[in-house]
């Protein structure tokens, strides 16, 4: 059968190059979305949240020098801190929602008191129902100074009073904020439990208490899993510790009363990890880490279904004999049965469609010869040739251009 074609083209090498760039090109970016889900975006949120922690540190210090605290104290105090304090804070909304810590925390005589009182069969932590109770009555008071009917400006504000008497939801879920930040104030109850449990066990005072609640923040919910396993429990970096140098800079700051642009000591970190002193803009969430992965799969998809096309066009070829022109796939098309041949793009692309009958159906191949045989005259104009020899054998309806889409020519 081979030596009965008058004309033969085999795909080129101009596809497979392209085939092969391609697949190449959609792997390397598949590369690139699996590697920074599983490493590139968990580390930019490490060094974002240790950007932040030394951001955290600063204010800490500052009220440590303001309190006269010993460097013995900050020391201690630097080894409790894990590193990954700062969490995503969308949960509730920011306009009109406090991050401080509810005012039954604070006083540390008045909690020492109830933490001694408090029942041990009851799932409530220490005062939250002192808490609630403050609050319904916050409510009832305000709803009291309304006239009846509400307006509408005292309808919103009742609007954005939470609903301390309704549960406390088991989780966080999107855009309910109300029911997050109730969720997240009994959460700060539960943890200024544990951490008066550890206080006490470790025989500290109410100025570490103080300390302490000087900058704490509520008892967001923490998604560790947005920075490198391997970090997820790593406390403050040990050059935070350095109480001499860190005085220094801080004794700077209060006396001038000017903050510094970096943190106390970044320029000194970074220089030890190898890292830009520019820490990220944001940090990225598990939905972004996520989407990383998402992309690396679709494009190797993609990449995958590329080199199987590639492989699928191996042993393709077009051809044409005395009676018949063979599309890709061996299809054999009589001469006959062509009804028409519509070559305007022939010239400026190298395309040409066949109109055939195939029975009582009309149907439809193209001629490509960009794809199969090329147009190299130090080769013969392949694809030239065998188009030739399909236009001699061909006896219907032609289609090509004259001067322009418009002047159509048919034979």
């Known amino acids: 059968m081979k030596d009965s074609y008058k004309e033969k083209c085999l795909v080129t090498k101009w596809f497979w190059w392209r085939a092969i760039t391609m697949a190449v090109l959609f792997a390397g970016l598949s590369g690139y979305f699996f590697y920074d889900w ?45 590193l990954v304090h700062h969490a ?6 920011p306009q009109r929602k406090a991050t401080r810590w ?6 540390y005589s008045a909690y020492s008191v ?14 939250w129902s002192e808490f609630l109770t403050r609050k319904q009555k916050a409510l009832s008071d305000l709803k009291a100074t309304f006239q009846n009917p509400l307006s509408k400006e005292n309808r919103r504000v009742l609007k954005e009073v939470v609903k301390w008497d309704e549960p406390i939801p088991e989780e966080f879920k999107k855009g309910e904020y109300d029911a997050n930040y109730r969720l997240l104030i009994y959460n700060t109850f539960k ?49 935070l510790s350095d ?8 004794k700077e700051e209060i006396e001038t009363g000017v903050a510094k642009k970096e943190p106390y000591l970044w320029k000194e970190f970074t220089s ?59 299809k054999r098309i009589p001469f006959a049965s062509i009804t028409k041949i519509d070559k305007r793009k022939w010239e400026t692309k190298g395309l040409a469609t066949v109109y055939y009958k195939d029975g009582e159906q009309t ?33 219907g309806e032609l289609v090509e251009l004259v001067d322009d889409e418009e002047n159509i020519v048919d034979k």
């Open 114 to 127: 109830a933490y001694k009182a408090h029942p041990k069969d009851t799932q409530d932590p220490v005062l």
């Open 243 to 250: 109480y001499d140098q860190y005085y220094l800079l801080a």
């Open 191 to 239: 943890k200024a439990q544990n951490l008066f449990s550890e206080y006490q066990a470790q025989g500290k005072s109410a100025e570490d208490w103080k300390f302490y609640l000087s900058e704490a923040d509520l008892a967001f919910d923490e998604d560790k899993t947005v920075i490198p396993s391997d970090k997820q429990n790593e406390q403050w970096s040990e050059i």
């Open 88 to 93: 995503d804070k969308k949960i509730v909304s």
């Open 272 to 330: 030890q990890m190898k890292w830009s002193e520019k820490a990220p803009d944001s940090m990225k969430t598990k939905e972004n880490i996520n989407e990383q992965l998402y992309f690396g799969i679709g494009v190797a998809t993609l990449s995958l279904l590329t080199a199987l096309f590639a492989f699928r066009m191996k042993k393709r070829f077009i051809a044409v004999d005395n009676e018949a022109f063979y599309a890709p796939g061996k």
């Open 102 to 107: 509810p005012l039954e925390l604070v006083d």
């Open 363 to 395: 149907k439809k191949t193209r001629v490509d010869g960009m794809v199969y045989g090329q147009f190299n005259k130090d080769e013969g104009e392949p694809a030239e040739r065998l188009f030739q020899e399909l236009l001699s054998n061909f006896q």
């Open 38 to 82: 599983k490493i590139g975006y968990p580390k930019k949120n490490y060094r974002l949240v240790q950007y932040q922690t030394f951001e955290k540190a600063r204010d800490y210090f500052l009220n440590h020098v303001k309190m006269g605290r010993t460097e013995k104290q900050w020391e201690d105090f630097v080894r409790e801190q894990d």
